[in-house]
């Protein structure tokens, strides 16, 4: 993932699983957890965070 602030290339940190994101967006339920798949990930030249809904067989 690119940093939207920068440009550079952000590091994957977590996956986590959000509930709250589910009500929102029910399509991207995973079954497994009840709730969306989410990647954290933060920029290494800026600091920025950023979460997104995980990719199926992304890694």
Do not use: Q
Not at 18 to 40: H, R, S, T
């Amino acid at each position: 993932m690119l940093c939207p602030e920068c440009g550079a290339e952000m590091n994957h940190h977590a996956d986590k699983v959000d509930y709250n994101a589910a009500l929102e967006e029910p399509g991207l339920i995973d079954p497994d957890f009840g709730g969306v798949v989410e990647e954290a990930h933060t920029c290494p030249a800026c600091g920025r965070s950023e979460v997104r809904a995980a990719r199926e067989g992304a890694s």
